[in-house]
């Protein structure tokens, strides 16, 4: 799961009341789009054209895109050209029945903007970062039309909360990288033995994080991911629980799957989150008994 996903994840109930607000009286709905309208993040990787969230005002749909800055002292706010505008007989139009929510953490403000306003109130510019054009709002023009919510501080504390488990996940990767980097050289070094032994979580763990840092992927995919599935348990232990999770990103990340094997596959993830409930059950009263 990527951080941007998490945040959208977040910000989906939130973002719902606030075109209930702006549109009193109506039936309103808003649900997640995209190719990670799942399980939240990007299948196949790449950049989806869908939009991030759809809302439905009694029978119109309005199409969401979503940022957040994390900074305070951004000199620009970016909008991709593709997410504003359309090319029409070489002239850029504003896209209609689109709207950006956009989130400045700093402040704890938001701002619901039209592309057409983006459009009028930006220049056309070069963002290093992204190595592209872009429309690029000057920050005093842009905190002009921020507005307060007073909501907004639980609900991004919440994402930094996760955001802060997610770089833990990283930093476990790393552990890994450097146990097989030993496991690797000692082959050489000391003439030891790699084994990998079929059916054996262990081995199907470390066949997707070689394959995952090797940048490939088995041509049954589809059928690693229903066969890792079989590896779910009640007593599976937390290590092996991360270890399932990570071969479960890895390969779900890069197939399509059939509805069956997509439901199977959240209704294990759904088994997994009660298992890490369960844990985190125990540790709490461990800490307790120990305070």
Known sequence: MKK?????????EWLEEKVKEINPGKNVTVKKSG?????????????TREPDFIATINDEEIEFEFQYAEKADLPFFDFKV????????????AIENKLFIYIHKPSLKYAIIKPKWIMENAEYGMVPAWRSYAFRVLKDDFEQILEDDN???????IIDMKNYILNFQYDLININKEKFSHLLQGVIDENKIIKIIPKDLDSFFKICFILDNMNK????????????????????????????????DFLYSKIELKSNELNSVIDKNKELFQFIKKYLKIWIILKKLTN
């Open 4 to 12: 941007k996903a998490i945040a959208e994840l977040e910000v989906l």
């Open 35 to 47: 190719g990670d309208k799942f399980l939240w993040f990007l299948r196949k990787g790449g950049v």
């Open 82 to 93: 593709s997410k504003v505008a359309k090319k029409k007989a070489e002239k850029r139009e």
């Open 151 to 157: 909501k907004l501080k639980k609900l991004i504390k």
């Open 217 to 248: 992927v088995s041509e049954n995919a589809n059928l690693w991911l229903i066969y890792l599935l079989n590896y779910i348990k009640k007593d599976n232990t937390l290590n092996e629980i991360s270890k399932i999770v990570y071969c479960m």
